[in-house]
Every structure is written in structure tokens, then in C-alpha cells.
């Protein structure tokens, strides 16, 4: 897939930046634009465009314009390395993305060696911040926490029932379903059935036709919503009657496009929905008066570039190395998200993980509603 890359002049003067106030600083946007996951990149691409534009309209960061870069890398690994490079070449100095942890980790080490600070909105493996690298921070949560979260949730309410986990083999899914399989296995259910599957694929006869004759009634799913659709979809159509119960990578109403009405009863973990938050109230309502519906990531994109731009102000420095240093001791940053602290190693000191069921709404939509 051909690399898709905004030109910065234009996507300037699309947030009201004249050539009378040049950008200073370069900040790129790292995220799936194209392909199976371009749902989530509208989400993050959304997120940080908003973002830069109300800095940029306050004074910019330390008096320095915000200029953006998109970069897309197609949720590829090797497109996300490639994606990074040209960043480096272009003289950025943050990235805020990417969305997979599959291309935020190789994709954090070219930027450590360029002086690049990522902040990732949506990369929840574990790995992408305990390799001890300068210059990785998340807004979000990681998986061995919502991990446990799902894991528990199975062991409490599911005790008697038969557990498929399934994972789509990438460093995502497979970590979030080795985690919560170990949450649930401490919790006293074993599966009767781990298996994974690829990424893209279509036809899942074959693991349904596993999963009936296993007597599956639940199954846990490590993954994104294009196969999560499709497997529940399928599920009932060959007559399997089991829920899915998956992470925050379904989080996405493409989900019951692609599902119907078989992703009823469909559950899922993810924080509190940050759309609820006073903080967030004026924001959400701006996206929606524009016509777009700022769910899951948007906010925690939105929430990167804020806390981007109080710690660099802390700092009293566009420097990026000084900015992971105050993002790291001069917390908490007031976001959309709430109050946002990091540790030492770039996480989070206060992820919140909650249950989520799909339901269909009073206007005919399913959508996910907390439990």
C-alpha cells in the first residue's frame, strides 16, 4: 500500500495557519488512514487535528505553531517503520500514534535514535513501554490490566462454561488473550479450546465447526472488530450460539455493521466512556456539530496533544527529550480525559478498565453500553 502523507502547508492552512505564522513545530499523526483499521486512524487523525488547531488558535505550544504530518501506515509493521523514517527525514519532532502495538514498537525504536517522542493514543501492549526507552508514553491503558479485568469478569460470571480463546496472532491480540487467559486460568476456568487466526482472513467455518463440537458457549477474542464482525457473524449463522467477548480493539460501531444484529450481547472491555466526561463535554459536542462521532480513541488523541503541549509549557521547552521529562515528573496534566499522570516508564498512573455489552439503542443502532 502506497504511503499516504498530507502535505504540512495545506493541512496548515486547514487549521487556520497563515503563512504570517510558519509552524515551528512539526508533529506527525501516525495511524491506519487506509485499509481494515482506517475507523480507528479517522479516530486519532480527528482527535489530533482538533487538538492542534485549538492549541495553534490559543498561541500555539510555547509560542511554536503546531504543523501535521499524517502518516499511514496501513496497521503494517514495515509500513509503520517506513512511515517513521520519513518522518525523521521531515524534521518531526512528536508522533502522536500509532494505533497498533504491532507498529508502535518498531516503529518507537526509529524515532528513541531520531530525538522522536511518541505518544500513543491507542497501544496497549505491555512491551511498548517496558523496553526502557526514552521517548514512548501511552494515554491509554495496557493489556495485562484490561487483561485482568476480562479475565476476572470470565471467572466470576462464566465459571461453568466452555471457553474458546481465540487471538489473531499479532503482538495485540495474542498478548491481550494470553493475559486474560491467565487472569481466568488463575481464576479457576481453563479453556477447552486456544487457537489463532490470521489477520484478513474471511472464513472462519472451520473454527466455528472446532467450536461446536468443543461446545464452546463463550469465547474470548484477542483482536480487532474486521475479524471479531465476521467470526460473531458467522457464529450465528452456522448456529453456535456462544458469545464474544473481546478488548478495546473492537470498540468501534463498525462492529455491528459487520456483525448485524448477531453482535447483540457481545461484551467488551475499555475505560469509562470518555464522551460522558464533563471535561470532554464541550469538545464532543464540537465533533458533533461537525457531523463526526468522536468515539473510543478520538479523545485519548485529543488528551496526547494536551498533555503534549502543558508538558512542554512545565518544561519551559520545545526540547523533546525535556518534554519526557516533564511529562514524567510534572503531572498531572488536565485533559478531556481527566487528570493524566505518568510514570517512569511512560504509562499512565491511573488506567481504568470497565465492561461493555452491545445493545441496540432507542434509535435502532447497537452501540456498546457499559455494564
Known amino acids: 500500500m502506497k504511503k499516504t502523507f498530507i502535505s504540512a502547508l495545506a493541512l496548515a492552512a486547514s487549521l487556520g495557519v497563515g503563512s504570517a505564522a510558519w509552524a515551528d513545530i512539526i508533529v506527525g499523526i501516525g495511524a491506519p488512514i487506509t485499509g481494515p483499521n482506517a475507523a ?70 526509529v524515532y528513541a535514535e531520531n530525538g522522536i517522542l511518541e505518544i500513543s493514543p491507542a497501544a496497549t501492549n505491555p512491551v511498548y513501554t517496558e523496553r526502557g526507552l526514552w521517548n514512548t508514553f501511552r494515554t491509554c491503558g495496557r493489556d495485562d490490566q484490561q487483561g485482568d479485568i476480562a479475565g476476572a469478569y470470565i471467572a466470576e460470571h462464566y465459571k461453568d462454561a466452555k471457553v474458546a480463546v481465540v487471538h489473531d496472532k499479532t503482538p495485540y491480540g495474542q498478548g491481550l488473550a494470553d493475559l ?14 486456544y487457537e489463532g487466526i490470521n489477520a484478513g482472513d474471511k472464513d472462519f467455518s472451520a473454527l ?11 469465547v474470548y477474542y484477542g483482536g480487532l472488530h474486521t475479524e471479531a464482525g ?30 448485524g444484529d448477531a453482535v447483540e450481547g457481545t461484551m467488551n472491555t475499555f475505560p469509562p466512556d470518555p464522551r460522558l466526561k ?15 462521532e468522536p468515539e473510543a480513541y478520538t479523545m485519548y488523541a485529543y488528551a496526547a496533544m494536551q498533555v503534549l503541549n502543558d508538558a512542554a509549557k512545565a518544561a519551559g521547552s520545545n526540547d523533546t527529550m525535556a518534554i519526557a521529562e516533564a511529562l514524567k515528573a510534572k503531572g498531572p496534566f488536565p ?24 445493545k441496540k439503542g432507542d434509535d435502532g443502532k447497537y452501540t456498546y453500553v457499559q455494564k
Open 40 to 109: 480507528f486512524g479517522a479516530q486519532i487523525q480527528k482527535g489530533v487535528e482538533q487538538a492542534a488547531a485549538d492549541i495553534n488558535a490559543a498561541g500555539g505550544i510555547n509560542g511554536e505553531q503546531i504543523k501535521l504530518v499524517v502518516g499511514d501506515d496501513v496497521s503494517d509493521p514495515k509500513q509503520g517503520v517506513s512511515v517513521a523514517n520519513k518522518f525523521a527525514a521531515d524534521g518531526v519532532k512528536v508522533v502522536i500514534g500509532h494505533f497498533n502495538s504491532g507498529v508502535s514498537i518498531p516503529a518507537s525504536e
Open 180 to 193: 486474560t487467559k491467565a487472569a481466568m486460568n488463575k481464576g479457576g476456568v481453563t479453556e477447552v479450546m
Open 335 to 358: 485533559t478531556v480525559l481527566g487528570e493524566l499522570s505518568f510514570d517512569a516508564k511512560g504509562d499512565v498512573t491511573k488506567p481504568d478498565y470497565v465492561m461493555y455489552e452491545w
Open 278 to 292: 464533563p471535561e470532554a463535554k464541550d469538545l464532543v459536542e464540537k465533533f458533533r456539530a461537525e457531523g463526526f
Open 230 to 259: 465476521l467470526i460473531i457473524r458467522q457464529m450465528a449463522d452456522q448456529g453456535l450460539k456462544a458469545k464474544l467477548m473481546s478488548g478495546d480493539g473492537i470498540v468501534s460501531n463498525e462492529l455491528a455493521s459487520i456483525a
Open 208 to 218: 466455528i465447526a472446532k467450536m461446536k463440537e468443543a461446545g464452546v458457549s463463550l
